[in-house]
C-alpha cells in the first residue's frame, strides 16, 4: 500500500519538476522537492521498490537542475 503511495506521490511531483526545467524557473524546484522526499521516505518503508525508484529519479532531476542553476534560476 505504501508503495502506491509512493507512486501517486511521484506522478503529482512529476509534472512540476519538469514544468521547473524551463529556464528561470528552477527556483519553483525548491517548492516541489519535500514532495519527492516524502515519496522517497513512504517508498523506502514499504516492501516494493518501484515506488523508491521513482522517486530518487524525480530528486535526481530536480537537484541536478537547481545545480545548473546555482541554486536560483
Known amino acids: ?3 502506491l503511495v509512493s507512486l501517486a506521490i511521484g506522478a503529482v ?3 512540476p519538476v519538469l ?3 524551463l529556464p528561470f524557473l ?3 524546484n525548491w517548492l516541489i522537492l519535500p514532495l519527492p522526499v516524502l515519496g522517497l521516505i ?3 518503508l514499504s516492501s516494493g ?3 523508491r525508484n521513482l522517486n530518487i529519479v524525480i530528486l535526481i532531476v530536480a537537484i541536478g537542475r ?4 546555482g ?3
Open 49 to 51: 521498490t518501484a515506488g
Open 66 to 69: 537547481l545545480m545548473l542553476g
Open 71 to 73: 541554486g536560483l534560476f
Open 19 to 21: 514544468f521547473a526545467l
Open 1 to 3: 500500500m505504501l508503495n
Open 13 to 15: 511531483s512529476i509534472i
Open 42 to 44: 513512504l517508498g523506502a
Open 26 to 28: 528552477g527556483w519553483a
